[in-house]
Protein backbone atom coordinates (compact mmCIF):
# COMPACT_ATOMS: atom_id res chain seq x y z
CA UNK A 1 0.00 0.00 0.00
CA UNK A 2 2.59 2.18 0.88
CA UNK A 3 4.60 1.73 -2.45
CA UNK A 4 1.76 2.21 -4.32
CA UNK A 5 1.17 5.49 -2.47
CA UNK A 6 4.51 6.99 -2.79
CA UNK A 7 4.39 5.97 -6.45
CA UNK A 8 1.02 8.41 -7.16
CA UNK A 9 2.39 10.79 -4.79
CA UNK A 10 6.17 11.05 -6.68
CA UNK A 11 4.31 10.84 -10.33
CA UNK A 12 1.54 13.88 -9.24
CA UNK A 13 4.57 16.13 -7.69
CA UNK A 14 7.19 15.80 -10.35
CA UNK A 15 9.77 13.36 -8.21
CA UNK A 16 9.43 10.05 -9.76
CA UNK A 17 13.01 9.58 -11.38
CA UNK A 18 14.78 10.83 -7.50
CA UNK A 19 11.92 8.75 -5.94
CA UNK A 20 12.89 5.69 -8.25
CA UNK A 21 16.85 6.24 -7.94
CA UNK A 22 16.23 7.41 -4.08
CA UNK A 23 15.09 3.50 -3.83
CA UNK A 24 17.98 2.49 -6.13
CA UNK A 25 20.72 3.33 -3.97
CA UNK A 26 19.57 1.23 -1.24
CA UNK A 27 21.75 -1.87 -0.16
CA UNK A 28 18.77 -4.36 0.71
CA UNK A 29 14.97 -3.66 -0.61
CA UNK A 30 12.16 -5.88 0.85
CA UNK A 31 8.87 -5.70 -0.98
CA UNK A 32 6.76 -7.00 1.94
CA UNK A 33 3.08 -8.89 0.93
CA UNK A 34 3.46 -8.86 -2.83
CA UNK A 35 0.67 -9.86 -4.41
CA UNK A 36 -2.18 -8.44 -1.95
CA UNK A 37 -3.44 -6.06 -4.16
CA UNK A 38 -3.27 -5.55 -8.25
CA UNK A 39 -0.85 -3.45 -9.49
CA UNK A 40 -1.78 -1.14 -11.65
CA UNK A 41 -0.07 -0.13 -14.80
CA UNK A 42 2.43 2.36 -13.07
CA UNK A 43 3.25 0.03 -10.40
CA UNK A 44 4.48 -2.95 -12.98
CA UNK A 45 6.62 -0.13 -14.67
CA UNK A 46 7.98 1.40 -10.91
CA UNK A 47 8.92 -2.30 -10.70
CA UNK A 48 10.53 -2.75 -13.68
CA UNK A 49 12.61 0.24 -13.40
CA UNK A 50 13.42 -0.20 -9.36
CA UNK A 51 14.44 -3.99 -10.71
CA UNK A 52 16.14 -3.06 -13.29
CA UNK A 53 18.39 -0.36 -11.42
CA UNK A 54 18.89 -2.95 -8.82
CA UNK A 55 19.83 -5.62 -11.18
CA UNK A 56 23.65 -7.42 -10.00
CA UNK A 57 24.30 -3.97 -7.39
CA UNK A 58 21.65 -4.98 -4.90
CA UNK A 59 19.67 -7.55 -2.71
CA UNK A 60 15.98 -7.73 -2.85
CA UNK A 61 13.68 -9.71 -0.91
CA UNK A 62 10.16 -10.48 -1.93
CA UNK A 63 7.99 -11.90 0.60
CA UNK A 64 4.45 -12.93 -0.52
CA UNK A 65 1.64 -14.86 0.29
CA UNK A 66 1.00 -15.55 -3.18
CA UNK A 67 2.41 -18.53 -4.83
CA UNK A 68 5.34 -17.98 -7.01
CA UNK A 69 3.97 -20.04 -9.73
CA UNK A 70 1.10 -17.33 -9.91
CA UNK A 71 3.37 -14.25 -9.44
CA UNK A 72 3.39 -14.64 -13.45
CA UNK A 73 -0.28 -14.35 -13.82
CA UNK A 74 -0.81 -11.84 -10.92
CA UNK A 75 2.10 -9.13 -12.61
CA UNK A 76 -0.08 -9.92 -15.99
CA UNK A 77 2.65 -8.20 -18.25
CA UNK A 78 4.84 -10.21 -19.53
CA UNK A 79 7.90 -7.55 -20.26
CA UNK A 80 7.82 -6.97 -16.29
CA UNK A 81 6.87 -10.20 -15.75
CA UNK A 82 9.77 -12.09 -17.43
CA UNK A 83 12.25 -9.64 -15.91
CA UNK A 84 15.14 -11.76 -14.28
Known amino acids: NKFLE ?3 QAKLD ?3 L ?3 RNIAGHQVLILD ?3 LKPLSPDARLAMLD ?3 DRYGKSATIVTS ?3 VDKWHE ?3 EPSV ?3 H
Open 6 to 8: NLS
Open 14 to 16: GSY
Open 18 to 20: KWI
Open 33 to 35: DFG
Open 50 to 52: ILE
Open 65 to 67: QLP
Open 74 to 76: FIN
Open 81 to 83: ADY
